[in-house]
């Protein structure tokens, strides 16, 4: 039997390049999911596999699937998504669709079949960056998108979540027909940006992804005593500004003393005047951490700090859980199959844990599933600015296609 | 030779209600300068002054006079401003204004002239809430008011202000003629609420006021790294919006230890979102002493803390004044008798500074001035539920009229 069929990542990075110019202006990327661009993408992307001989279709979420057909089902999907924020960059979901149409189109010029079917998935909305609900596609094919809580969404020129999916050929109300494809995979993998620093300052060009840490996203608001800045003396203020104030410090050694993330990048004072105490302070508190029981004491954390702010300064608390979701553990032997692959190509194997989402956490409820990341310059990304030295590219679209032939042939 | 004639307190909480009831609603008083309603409370103050005998004229800033023509010039003037914030108290300014109808009230009921001639003055737009410039009409009169520093603001609707005025007949080309009018006053006399929790808290219905603090009003702003808050380690961070809130808390120690008062009201963090560290972060920093030197020092104190702040986090800071007034000390000797006469009334004689900003310390940089404050409940302004217990009100009027008849025969 040959040897399974190698990936060209200069092909993968041109074909990058070419997205970029095809869909992307002064200001970055511009594939705002469910817009006429997004939708140039993907016939781009639609271009690239009919050049390899494949018609892809879609799920009842909108998510494009194309499949070489192999020895055996169920398949192993390769996925990421071409959408993005807007002004965004070149690389977040498109670097993991190019990648996976790298691999089938090893396979597609092979002499064989794959030993294993092949999809590729491009997940639709994985940002939200339009209606605000992330890994719309992945979420709807996990099952855990409940459409009666997007319903009522509206971009910023009030167009409704429904009207949008709808000129796309999506019905809100079919989206979670896209489980029933779930038979159909048996392992997932996806190529992404780090979008951090590490990577970038170890020196490392690929690593292994052991999960997606878990996010405890809570409101904290202050309610104080609004009052004059000229005339209430200092120790007759209830300043909720302040209590927010001193919770944002606690947060933060929360995060260093729990070796996690934690982080305060939203608060609203009001009247939110200079010359006026704050009356009332809103204070978003975003916790990570893989694991549950550490997040689980984050959150305890900056409770009790919130609530001794309160008391100390004479202000009412109230915390409202905003958002959160569990850490999710990648699958343990695609992740050490991943670490390996990118030990053989970079000679590391560092693996590190993802504090952002990505659609392979949904896919993970579902099926085993792990990633791999490269490095992102300067740990920016969701921005023009947003890059990596293409001999990281290379490095890592070489690790993914090794790991991706490699899960094929287990 | 008879005394002189007493002023009729409870004549002037009469009138008081009277202008509640016919220029506020539900929410609160409307007197916001150059509208409908204040006309209004402008035309009630002219019925007042008709029923004893007096036609008021106006200046070329829109401050409204009223004169009794007495043994002697130039004039004791006696004054504040009819005009409220939106959705303001019933007290604020009015207290004042009702409280000089009342004195010249008395006298003109008495059997002979005052001893030096009586002016009142109703200064316009004191509030600056439409336009954002306080102290209007009488900063027009001690010849501060710059007309071209002013001649770009527009209010919410869009209109500007030499419409505004234009439509109260003023020409903000000749607003700096009412300087013309200074020769004809020799002192002035103001009675305001406190709008702060010192007086209620002591126990005390009137107090003689020893001058204004001085403000010096700046923006510090941080510019650190915007960053994802799941992906960036906390010490790969450069948090602005942290380099901001400890200079908050350093700022309210600042004026507890300069015994002065210290305000952080205003926050802004870019892009003030819960998934991202804040790249950049405006604080507001107002600080508030009666005495010059402390004040600097307190503005030395919290350049230091934002200097540390910023070097500590790898952000830059750039501090920009965006408003200063020095601390305005009110006359000795009216101070003196202005104790002097809120003891006799309230048998207390504590004297203290304003930390707001007064028409009165707009008069005292072009005439010798001084003020009477009483409580005002739970120390609230600006707002409907502002107020102060009906036996304070007559006391702190009671003191008022007998200080403004002694200044009198002075």
């Not at 781009?44 to 070489?68: H, K, M, Q, S, T």
């Not at 958002?323 to 699958?331: T, Y």
């Not at 947003?386 to 899960?407: H, K, M, Q, S, Y």
Request: with cysteine; charged share 25%.
């Amino acid at each position: 039997m040959s040897s399974a069929p190698a990936i060209d990542p200069g092909r993968v990075v041109a074909d990058l390049r070419e997205l970029r110019q095809r869909t992307g202006d002064a200001d970055g990327a511009q594939r705002l999911c469910w817009t006429e661009t997004w939708r140039e993408a993907r016939a781009f992307l639609g271009e690239l596999l009919a050049e390899i001989g494949l018609e892809p279709d879609r799920d009842p979420a909108g998510n494009l699937w194309a499949v070489i057909d192999g020895e055996r089902d169920p398949a192993l999907a390769l996925g990421s998504h071409v959408d993005s924020v807007p002004d965004g960059g070149w690389l977040d979901g498109a670097l993991g669709v190019m990648a996976a149409v790298g691999v089938l189109r090893a396979w597609s010029q092979a002499d064989r079949r794959p030993p294993r079917t092949l999809a590729l998935i491009d997940w639709a909305d994985e940002e939200g960056a339009r209606f605000g609900r992330s890994l719309f596609g992945s979420s709807a094919f996990s099952g855990t998108l409940e459409p009666a809580t997007v319903r009522s969404l509206r971009d910023a020129d009030g167009i409704s979540i429904e009207d949008a999916l709808a000129e796309n050929d999506v019905s809100l109300d079919q989206v979670l027909e896209a489980t029933a494809r779930q038979d159909r995979v048996g392992a997932y993998l996806e190529l992404h940006i780090e979008q951090g620093p590490v990577l970038e300052a170890e020196g490392i060009r690929a690593a292994a992804v052991s999960g997606c840490a878990g996010v405890e996203r809570h409101r904290f608001r202050f309610r104080g005593q609004a009052s004059h800045a000229g005339t209430t003396p200092m120790d007759r203020r209830h300043d909720a500004g302040l209590a927010a104030a001193s919770v944002a410090l606690s947060v933060e050694e929360i995060g260093r003393r729990r070796d996690g993330v934690s982080t305060t990048g939203a608060l609203k004072l009001r009247p939110g005047i200079a010359t006026a105490v704050a009356g009332e302070a809103d204070l978003l508190v975003d916790l990570r951490h893989p694991d549950a029981n550490t997040l689980a004491a984050m959150l305890a954390d900056a409770t009790s700090s919130g609530e001794a702010a309160a008391a100390e300064r004479g202000c009412e608390l109230e915390v409202e859980r905003v958002w959160s979701i569990e850490p999710i553990p990648f699958d343990a032997d695609l992740v050490a199959q991943a670490r390996s692959a990118c030990q053989e190509i970079t000679g590391s194997d560092r693996v590190l844990t993802s504090g952002a989402l990505h659609d392979a956490a949904e896919m993970a409820r579902v099926v085993p599933a792990a990633m791999v990341f490269c490095p992102s310059t300067a740990g920016i990304s969701h921005a023009r600015e947003e890059d990596t030295p293409e001999a990281d590219l290379v490095a890592a679209i070489e690790a993914f296609g090794l790991l991706a032939n490699r899960v094929l042939a287990s």
